[in-house]
């Protein structure tokens, strides 16, 4: 296993010439003993890596592996071709899952140019070695077969092909029959409808001897099958941001609300005696409609059989909403006294949101762009110097360390 340190370092090339040394000598064990040539090897890593060494930081490159294959049943290189990109990437239609371009260039020490390179998802190898194996696709795999690796007839794709068709379909299918037989109002995949119909016109071309036309066929079955898999897997996505935004929300409301109540004289000052009374009345009518309103959630999660989650978000979101709205009057008096305020006042509360919003969207995109720290701090150096330099009235070496360090910390984070 190569270590997670920045690829460029002595430690992680010489940890990848042992490596390299260790396929060498398993590729050397496998063919001095077996000797029929009948051997696949598939050489990948599991993902990628930033400059830095890591790889959770979102960065395309984490997503980049390598997949070299070779031996039994896996076809020869081909020279780069017309049909393939200028930077010799194979137009083999492969659509990715995630959004970035596999741009990456292969390495000129390789020795792989002029070579056509294909690219694919990594959910694909699992039917590549499945195909290689002679053995059916694992169960729940959402990969598709990359023809482009494997030596076989026209015949022999085509079965595989629809093999890994019938195996995505048959996920699809299951997960079709469990969110129906569990659902209140289904919604079906409706390009899917008649999806017997399109394995019977495959397995008529299989008859007739179009094998081109049958591939094709059921690769756009297979296309259509991963579709419906992606609708069912979000299939209540709607639901569900809609009740986590709305806990946002409210926890965020309630929070400014119990701050103002709790840790300002605004309660006292705007609520008189009376009307603290009525407001405790209120408050368990509110809480006993939100229990009921709870109760006939739950019921409803029961009988679609949903997962312990959405138990939880829902009823964190009725609670919270349910103590804001027994805060309905505090926050009608509130309302009525902050309508008297002049136009000022709205400016410095709204001057200071966006600033708060600011820093924290800084703070968020920071995570995968390290550079907003170089910025940050060295400008926080800059500043820090001059307002110590000016507050220190004594000759001080404060100043001159504060902005060095700051310095020090913009330069580590390039």
């Given at each position: 296993m190569v270590m997670h340190i920045a690829p460029s370092s002595s430690i992680y090339l010489n940890n990848v010439a042992v490596v390299?040394?260790?396929?060498?000598?398993?590729?050397?064990?496998?063919?001095?003993?077996?000797?029929?040539?009948?051997?696949?090897?598939?050489?990948?890593?599991?993902?990628?890596?930033?400059?830095?060494?890591?790889?959770?930081?979102?960065?395309?490159?984490?997503?980049?592996?390598?997949?070299?294959?070779?031996?039994?049943?896996?076809?020869?290189?081909?020279?780069?071709?017309?049909?393939?990109?200028?930077?010799?990437?194979?137009?083999?239609?492969?659509?990715?899952?995630?959004?970035?371009m596999h741009d990456t260039p292969t390495p000129k020490e390789w020795g792989l140019h002029g070579i056509e390179r294909v690219d694919v998802n990594q959910t694909d190898i699992a039917p590549l070695m499945s195909t290689l194996l002679g053995l059916p696709c694992p169960v729940n795999s959402v990969g598709s077969l990359p023809l482009d690796y494997i030596d076989m007839k026209k015949t022999d794709e085509v079965e595989a092909v629809l093999a890994n068709t019938k195996q995505v379909l048959n996920q699809f299918v299951r997960k079709s029959q469990t969110k129906e037989a569990t659902s209140l109002y289904f919604k079906p995949f409706k390009p899917l409808g008649h999806y017997?119909?399109?394995?019977?016109?495959?397995?008529?071309?299989?008859?007739?001897?179009?094998?081109?036309?049958?591939?094709?066929?059921?690769?756009?079955?297979?296309?259509?099958?991963?579709?419906?898999?992606?609708?069912?897997?979000?299939?209540?996505?709607?639901?569900?941001?809609?009740?986590?935004?709305?806990?946002?929300?409210?926890?965020?409301?309630?929070?400014?609300?119990?701050?103002?109540?709790?840790?300002?004289?605004?309660?006292?000052?705007?609520?008189?005696?009376?009307?603290?009374?009525?407001?405790?009345?209120?408050?368990?009518?509110?809480?006993?409609?939100?229990?009921l309103f709870l109760g006939l959630l739950r019921v409803i999660l029961f009988m679609e059989q949903a997962p312990p989650l959405y138990h939880a978000y829902t009823t964190m979101t009725v609670?919270?909403?349910?103590?804001?709205?027994?805060?309905?009057?505090?926050?009608?008096?509130?309302?009525?006294?902050?309508?008297?305020?002049?136009?000022?006042?709205?400016?410095?509360?709204?001057?200071?949101?966006?600033?708060?919003?600011?820093?924290?969207?800084?703070?968020?995109?920071?995570?995968?762009?390290?550079?907003?720290?170089?910025w940050c701090f060295l400008t926080v150096g800059v500043i820090a110097f001059l307002y110590l330099f000016k507050s220190i009235p004594w000759r001080s070496g404060i100043p001159f360390f504060v902005c060095g360090a700051c310095w020090f910390l913009s330069v580590s984070d390039i």
């Open positions: 390299d040394s260790i396929a060498e000598r398993v590729y050397n064990l496998l063919e001095d003993y077996y000797k029929d040539n009948r051997t696949a090897y598939v050489f990948t890593a599991d993902h990628g890596m930033h400059d830095k060494g890591s790889h959770g930081d979102g960065h395309p490159s984490n997503t980049d592996t390598p997949l070299v294959v070779w031996g039994a049943g896996v076809k020869h290189p081909k020279p780069i071709s017309s049909s393939s990109h200028g930077d010799g990437h194979s137009d083999c239609g492969t659509r990715f899952v995630d959004d970035h017997s119909t399109l394995l019977d016109q495959i397995e008529d071309h299989i008859s007739n001897g179009d094998y081109e036309a049958a591939r094709k066929l059921s690769e756009n079955l297979r296309d259509l099958a991963l579709q419906g898999l992606r609708y069912f897997q979000t299939y209540d996505w709607l639901m569900l941001m809609t009740v986590i935004i709305l806990g946002y929300i409210g926890w965020m409301t309630y929070i400014v609300l119990h701050v103002l109540q709790s840790y300002t004289s605004l309660a006292g000052d705007i609520l008189t005696k009376e009307q603290a009374d009525h407001l405790t009345d209120y408050t368990r009518k509110v809480q006993l409609c939100g229990c609670f919270l909403w349910t103590q804001i709205s027994s805060e309905y009057r505090f926050i009608k008096a509130l309302w009525k006294q902050l309508h008297g305020r002049e136009i000022n006042y709205f400016t410095k509360v709204g001057a200071a949101c966006a600033v708060s919003v600011f820093i924290l969207e800084y703070l968020v995109n920071s995570f995968t762009e390290r550079k907003l720290y170089t």
